[in-house]
């Protein structure tokens, strides 16, 4: 449940998107109400603002026009996501939808296009669907629009379940997954690509880059040649395969998988560190993130200690250390395809190989020395 400051941010925000005033429900009536910058915005979402047109009136009707468009209706209501696809579904039912604790980013996409619009009265945030949006989305939906956006909408639960849980992969490997997964529901390579480029027609958490399809991150937000270094690292890679039912878990951006090593990890912080609940599970989540980072056990420690949760004794320290090693060998990482470390150790490959120096770093991967962590005692 979220918390009161939270929702009061929430309210906020909306507060500040809404048309302060009595809400209208004809098209033209609302576009009455927003100003020239507004309309512009808008005019430029549905590309009309190329246009030679100086009036407002002009304006005003080319915008009435394409926002009426059946087929522009239908392109863009085939790419919403399935919190803004819920938003439009329950402001097309109801005269009047309060809104006043929903995320702005659930219908941003839909009042930016004009499909809703919303309005501050009497102290509250409430959603409208023009009258002329109801009438258009109306006559569209039929079955074969119903099948359209049934197909788009698995289809990109896939590309986002796997942009999660690999980072990086080829519209090959999502054909084949989705194939797999819906062996009555088979789609070809030339389908999938049309839909993974009809999709990619507005922002996504994916993007294509080098022949692939990658999380956004890679490209926008991560330091210069780790897309590179990705590609190489999982060039020729097998992938893990998971069930569709783990798989569409990673749907959620916010997932991750809690293994039984994370919530032994919980447990025992819990009943030997004397740690709360919330903090324990607050601690586990951040580890968990660290380790797909792959960041080394000094990391993981410092987390311990930003907590001010403190070892009362060596042995304690030492029987951390074996579960924060046994959490990054069962940490799903993208340079290894899905694959945990432990799934793809080859049995006695550890006794078979030369042994590191003492100074050296452990082969375990944890970025301490081998004399302070396999080589110890």
Known sequence: MLNHEIEESIEQLNIQQAIIGVPQHTLRGCLELWNRGRLSALAKAHE??????????????????????PDQLANHLLILDEQEWAVFEDAYRVEELSVQRVPYGYYRFLLEHGF????????????????????????????????NRSSMSLIF??????????????????????????????????QMEEAVSFL??????????????????????????TLEQL??????RPHYIPEQEMLMNYADGGYFEVTPQLEALKVYVQDRMACDEVTAEDLTDDIQMLCTMEEPLEALLQEFERRDIVFKHQRQGEEVLGLLKDIQKTTRLWRLGGHTLKELERPGARATSAKPGRNDACPCGSGLKYKKCCGKG
């Open 48 to 69: 009309t603002s190329g246009r030679a047109r100086t009036s407002k009136e002009e304006q005003l009707t080319a915008i009435e026009e394409a926002i009426q468009d």
């Open 116 to 147: 809703v619009f919303t309005f501050f009265h009497d102290a509250q945030v409430v959603m409208v669907m023009p009258e002329e949006v109801k009438a258009t989305y109306t006559r569209l939906n039929d079955e074969v629009f119903q099948m």
């Open 157 to 190: 639960k896939y590309l986002t379940a796997m942009t999660h849980f690999y980072g990086i992969f080829t519209v090959e490997s999502l054909t084949e997954m989705l194939n797999r997964h819906h062996p009555s529901e088979q789609i070809n390579l030339q």
């Open 200 to 225: 990619l027609r507005r922002e996504q958490e994916f993007v294509r880059a080098r022949g692939f399809i990658v999380d956004s991150s890679l490209v926008h937000h991560a330091e210069a040649g």
């Open 231 to 236: 590609i190489s690292q999982t060039k020729g």
